[in-house]
Nanobody
């Protein structure tokens, strides 16, 4: 059973930065891909960023340039660095992993951008 635990969310002012972490219970180098989704208030969950086992990255077009996804296989952890955060980035951010074509989700971490 894969377990994903997010951390790093919180309250940040507009223009600020946060780094989210997702710690996995297993060896992430066996995962096909890991990434992040978010669910903004009143909206459906949406794709944010992805990194494959081969270190390829993909970002949502509207967020590209403000995000960096990375992975540390030794720590079984994936990170999402978010810069220049805006109030519309307020959401619950969920970690995602794909193992043998099966998706796994974390519980989510709240990010609130407000002055």
């Amino acid at each position: 059973q894969v377990q994903l635990v997010e951390s790093g969310g919180g309250l940040v002012q507009p223009g600020g930065s946060l780094r989210l972490s997702c710690a996995a219970s297993g060896s992430i180098d066996t995962f096909t891909a890991m990434g992040w989704y978010r669910q903004r208030p009143g909206k459906q969950r949406e794709f944010v960023a992805l990194i494959t086992s081969g270190e390829r990255t993909n970002y949502a077009g509207s967020l590209k340039g403000r995000l960096t996804i990375s992975r540390d296989n030794a720590k079984n952890t994936v990170y999402l660095q978010m810069n220049n955060l805006q109030p519309e980035d307020t959401a619950v951010y969920y970690c995602y992993a794909n193992l043998l074509s099966r998706p796994y989700w974390g519980q989510g971490t709240q990010v609130t951008v407000s002055s």
